[in-house]
């Protein structure tokens, strides 16, 4: 595989990780607080970003020598990278956020088993920052 179908191919799956991102936030049910919004479109613009340097990329490989073509898909690879690593920090904390609110919940009840269960959650994901 060349260099150009290579760039092609991760430019794609930096579309389909957009179009992952933004049908999830489309999905009934689904909210977010604007803290998480403003993350989320910014993760969003970057993999759009990085898709359309792995696209140029991949022209420039047609045209000009590989090794040169292929320092500038490492560096859009290492954008997309960086991108997916936010974006995974943000579900972290989405997650965590999730958990408080329902440790809230069972507080506010008075349900010690939900507190206990909740307690024990964000500890798990407190860890896994």
Known sequence: MGVAAT???LAIACDELSDAISGQRAAPGHSETAGEAATLDHLVAQLEDAADGL???GVAASLE???SALAEINNATS?????VAKLK??????TLAG???SL???AAAGNVGGIATSVAAIAS???GL
């Open 99 to 101: 958990s408080l609110l």
């Open 65 to 67: 020598s590989d090794a």
């Open 55 to 57: 696209r140029t990329a």
């Open 7 to 9: 760039s092609d191919e």
């Open 89 to 94: 920090a943000a579900n972290q904390m989405i």
């Open 125 to 127: 994901e407190i860890k």
């Open 104 to 106: 809230a919940a069972a």
């Open 79 to 83: 954008q997309a990278k960086a991108v």
